[in-house]
Nanobody, 120 residues
Framework: QVRLVESGGGSVQAGGSLRLSCVAS????????KSWYRQAPGNEREFVAS???????TSADSVKGRFTMSQDNAGDTLYLKMNSLKPEDTAMYYC??????????????WGQGTQVTVAS
């Protein structure tokens, strides 16, 4: 079973910054794109950003210019740097990867989420 562990969430004032991390383990390999999603109470989970094999990224219009997705050289850790945070960014943030586990099965995997709360 592939493990994804997010961290870095917290409570900040509007205009503040946070950097989320997502560490993957117990996998053979994961394919691109690798992504961040978020879900606010009462809302459906929504796309935030993706990174591709060539390092290019895409992001939702709502976060464009404020959020930056990156990864470490090994590709084991994803990051989401969030600047100029707004109250509407308040949500649980999840990383999503499509990986082959140690048994050779490909599946989508989600982390447990990390909470981001932005006060006005």
């Amino acid at each position: 079973q592939v493990r994804l562990v997010e961290s870095g969430g917290g409570s900040v004032q509007a205009g503040g910054s946070l950097r989320l991390s997502c560490v993957a383990s117990e996998y053979r390999y994961c394919i691109y794109p690798k992504s961040w999603y978020r879900q606010a109470p009462g809302n459906e989970r929504e796309f935030v950003a993706s990174i591709y094999s060539d390092g290019d990224t895409t992001s939702a219009d709502s976060v464009k210019g404020r959020f930056t997705m990156s990864q470490d050289n090994a590709g084991d850790t994803l990051y989401l740097k969030m600047n100029s945070l707004k109250p509407e960014d308040t949500a649980m943030y999840y990383c999503k990867l499509h990986c082959m586990d140690l048994a050779g099965t490909f599946e989508d995997y989600w982390g447990q989420g990390t909470q981001v709360t932005v006060a006005s």
